[in-house]
């Protein structure tokens, strides 16, 4: 998708608006699956409310708050990965505001206690003096994972469904292929115009963006089903087969999207196996 018109590329530590309730702050954590770093979205003009402070750094919360004017009521997150949610407790010292998100999510301390003071779930709303959010729980990426649907303007803030320029990791345990897929449909038919990814710029047509991101899990699903089918055993041997020109780092990441499909096919009684192999196509074994 060129977006290049549309937009210019995204840069760390500027505040870009997009429209008078939506202004990015991008956080300086570029990298292999950050892209050009986690963006922090600000939303409304007379209230505000920040979702996705990002990882815990300083200078970029204090950016945060500072664009806050003084008015950030909530911080929510999508879902409670490293670089999209440990910001939102400096930022909830800063401002007092309640961090709010999927009762699922949590704290970074390995307690059980959810780490949000207020939940957020399905269908539940957050009305704000200029917009409202609607929440949508889009397990996948991770079970806790939630997209926010802003008006006015119809845009989806996307969290880790969607990203420019790259496909989503989607690694069990805490990834599952099956739900994602699953929230991918819902979001396709969402009417939305616009998509704001936790990474990279503004992306649309939206249908156009999830039928493409559908479509590549498909081709994926059906390569790792026809590698098992030739006798792949080995989730190695899988990524090496498909993944021929990517670099090691991210065949390690491969590893567990591959085991994804897999667990996604184990789940519809087309392979059999476990963990890291050995896989057999279910005709095999029968
Ligand atoms: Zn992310």
Redo the contacts with the bound molecule.
Sequence with gaps: MDNSQAESPVEPGTLHRLSPVLARLTAPNPGM??GPG?NTWIIGEMDRVVVDPGPDDMEHLEAVAAAGEGRIRAILITHG?P??APGAYRLREITGAAVMGHPGLRGDGGSNDSAVDEPLDDGDRLDGEDFTLHCLHTPGHAAEHLCFLLEPGRVLIA??MV?EGSTVVISPPDGDMTAYMDSLERLRELEVDAVAP??GRMLRPPRALFDGVIAHRQQREAMVLSAVAAGDRWIGEIVARIYTHVPAPLQRVAHGTVRAHLEKLHGEGRVVGQDDGPWYAAEESS
């Design positions: 699956m950050t986690t990965h670089d999209h969290g880790d990203m936790g990474h």
